[in-house]
């Protein structure tokens, strides 16, 4: 049982982060229902794991968000819905809330918190035990395995429009130095090239 | 240059407290380059940041830079997602005028050659070692991948190709052959780099005029090395459609330079 994790991103260190990952979740209607209903002590970017390849993938969303935060150009409400909509390949609010948001059959859920978000109001609390006691599920490790483990690959490759086919092709004679290598390396390459696409089409956005 | 050497980053990479200030790697005609951390202490990037120019009018500076981080953003994920390999673009702010991309371990083309040619070639150039030329081989494969996706580069030079340092240490599987060339930094993936200047287009001038000035920079670093280039270009001739008539219409810029004629 994991206590989920406080991040400190990078100079962005006056703005910790909790991530909490959770398998089997029961609740998530609930959930969705307090943030609908706009319940000030559910502040958080309920997402689903479904459409998340990888730690860095969710880092790069909370990094906009906050980074755009500070500069007072947030296109949603606050830091943490910010937070659903830099995941988005577009700028459709609502609908990035269907695709990365938690829905009502979210079986694996993160959960995360700003925490000193800017022009925020203070919470009193601890992010770590509130969504312990509020999230019915299994808190599991935030880590790449675990989200590796829950990722609907065909679904995020469909969201970002991602051609599947094209990666494995030919990569020239630069493959060669990887031809000794095993199937596990080249799925890991493989997902990485993915994450690198998304990271990019994440910085893009709105632009 | 007598001007003040205190550069300063771009917000929120000047106001970290934990994070070690980022030390400047290299700085162009417009851009500064840093080295620093990104989403997690243990990623690397080359943060790219064009900072403002007062001598320009204010919104023309902000549009300009809006473009430029832009057009370098677009190019590097549409390689990234044909499968050419470049840096990884990580994140932007083209407000703020930066752009955070994937830092590359290893050598540029330039360093390697330096240490190849002045190791193991000496004053009679031998060049027909294995290693270089599997590497001017590698050139031209990523050249014409990169070509062959409609994007030309605009800036080639042997400081803008890199030679990746190659991970997995001591797996016990390469050859010796390939542990010597490792040594030398000849092997490793070829990477491109800096896609400041670098452009949508397929164009065969265009395309030609982008080796035309690899050539040249080939010609000036390394002058003893000039015939590695033949190597370059048979494999680039090999590896796309296009490529022999790009090939032809640089036999046309080689005549006249870079720039088209203006006259008439």
């Known amino acids: ?207 | 240059m007598a001007q003040s050497t205190t550069h300063t980053l771009p917000p929120p990479f000047n106001s970290s407290s934990t994070t070690p200030k980022p030390p400047l790697i290299t700085q162009g005609a417009e851009a500064l380059l840093y080295k620093t951390t990104y989403l997690t202490p243990s990623t690397p990037i080359a943060l790219k940041h064009r900072p403002k120019k007062s001598y320009r009018h204010p919104t023309l500076d902000t549009r300009l830079t809006k473009a430029r981080i832009l057009a370098e953003a677009r190019v590097l994920v549409k390689c990234k997602r044909e499968g050419v390999v470049v840096p990884a673009v990580l994140g932007a702010d083209w407000e703020e005028g930066w752009l955070a991309c994937e830092w590359i371990e290893g050598k540029t083309i330039r360093a390697a050659l330096d240490g190849y040619l002045k190791r193991d070639v000496g004053e009679e150039a031998d060049l027909r070692g294995e290693g270089v030329r599997g590497l001017m081989g590698r050139i031209g494969v990523v050249l014409a991948k990169l070509h062959g996706i409609g994007v030309v580069h605009g800036d080639l030079t042997t400081s803008n190709l890199m030679v990746r340092q190659l991970e997995r240490e001591g797996d016990g599987l390469e050859s010796l052959s390939l542990g010597e060339n490792r040594e030398k930094g000849l092997e490793g993936e070829v990477v491109i780099i800096d896609f400041g200047l670098a452009t949508q287009s397929v164009q065969d001038e265009d395309r030609a005029v982008d080796l035309y000035v690899l050539e040249r920079a080939f010609g000036s670093t390394h002058p003893q090395a000039e015939g590695l280039f033949e190597e370059v270009l048979r494999v680039y001739g090999e590896s796309y459609k296009g490529a022999k008539v790009v090939l032809r219409r640089l036999e046309d810029v080689r005549l006249r330079g870079r720039k088209k004629s203006m006259i008439g």
């Not at chain 1, 609502?94 to 700003?114: P, Q, Y």
Request: glycine share 4%.
């Open chain 1, 1 to 207: 049982m994991s206590a989920g994790s406080e991040l400190k991103l990078p100079h962005l260190e006056a703005y910790p982060v909790h991530v909490s990952l959770f398998q089997d979740v029961t609740n998530a209607e609930f959930l969705k229902r307090q943030l609908l209903e706009g319940n000030a002590e559910y502040e958080y970017a309920f997402l689903d794991a479904t459409t998340i390849i990888s730690v860095n993938h969710v880092l790069a969303a909370v990094f906009r968000a906050i980074n755009d935060s500070i500069h007072n150009r947030l296109k949603s409400r606050n830091v943490h819905s910010e937070i659903v909509f830099s995941l988005s390949p577009n700028n459709n609010i609502a609908e990035s809330f269907r695709r990365f948001g938690v829905s009502d059959t979210t079986n694996t859920l993160l959960a995360i918190k700003v925490l000193n978000a800017p022009n925020s109001a203070v919470t009193r609390l601890d992010p770590a035990s509130h969504l312990g006691s509020c999230v019915e599920g299994n808190r599991i490790e935030f880590s790449d395995e675990n989200l590796k483990h829950s990722a609907d690959l065909p679904r995020i490759r469909k969201i970002y429009k991602l051609n599947s086919s094209d990666n494995s092709k030919s990569k020239g004679k630069s493959a060669k130095s990887e031809s000794t290598t095993n199937g596990v390396h080249n799925e890991a390459h493989e997902l990485k090239e993915m994450e690198a696409v998304i990271l990019g089409i994440m910085a893009l956005k709105g632009s």
